[in-house]
């Protein structure tokens, strides 16, 4: 069946470090992907998202790639700032279905 | 800008209990959607409404009901609570995702004794 699996976390870092979270999917078809983010105390909110192999997606300094070859949609940004401390997910949408699954969520704490 | 609006935002019930979460947009959406958030396991999908008139099974139904009252409003209701329903439950909507989107409310912290 279609499934996210993304990297356990937490992941702790120092502010103006580079950060991967890893996220990989099984999906039948051609899914769209998403990253949404999670501040404390509330709910998600999409970050960025890519609708088509090789399409790449971008806000907020963070980016992320399409990849069908690896089935792989990596959350990427080059220096985060301690406001970037958040519960990341990674999802993908099965049109067929008309709903997203989420993967199990990525804390994020960066140190000053 | 409200948004997605989800009452009441923390609840605690007694085993056996029943109680109704409420969630309204006022984006004119036409999907809403149930999750339950839990450690480690992320969202899951309870249930969903593509459309007024319409709600579908998610991943995990058991123990819940649900009703789209009209295009603005989808209530999630346990009949009979017990601890494994402790979590923080989030509504959400979109515009029929066509562009992935989803909206989601604040969240609604019920435990269960």
């Known amino acids: 069946g279609n499934s996210v699996t993304q990297m356990e976390g937490p992941v702790t870092l120092s502010e103006e470090a580079f950060l991967t979270i890893n996220c990989t999917y099984t999906?039948?078809?051609?899914?769209?992907l998403f990253w949404y983010v999670q501040y404390p105390g509330e709910g998600l909110q999409l970050l960025l998202k890519a609708t088509k192999a090789d399409d790449k997606g971008s806000n907020k300094g963070f980016e992320a790639t399409y990849r069908k070859e690896t089935t792989s949609f990596h959350l990427e940004k080059g220096s985060v700032q301690v406001s970037d401390s958040a519960v990341y997910f990674c999802a993908l949408l099965y049109s067929s279905a008309s709903k997203i699954i989420f993967g199990s969520g990525t804390r994020l704490s960066i140190r000053p | 800008n409200a948004g997605v609006t989800q009452t009441p935002k923390f609840q605690v019930l007694k085993t056996g209990q029943s109680m109704t979460l409420q969630c309204a947009q006022d984006m004119n959406h036409n999907s809403m959607y149930w999750y339950r958030q839990d450690p480690g396991m992320g969202l899951r999908l309870i249930y969903y409404s593509a459309s007024e008139g319409t709600t579908d099974k998610g991943e995990v139904p058991n123990g819940y009901n649900v009703s789209r009252l009209n295009k603005r409003e989808f209530s999630l209701r346990l009949e009979s609570a017990a601890p494994s329903q402790t979590s923080v439950y989030f509504c959400?909507?979109?515009?029929?995702?066509?562009?992935?989107?989803?909206?989601f409310g604040e969240g609604s912290r019920l435990t269960v004794l």
């Open positions: 999906a039948t078809g051609y899914p769209s």
């Open positions: 959400a909507s979109s515009d029929g995702l066509t562009g992935g989107e989803l909206f």
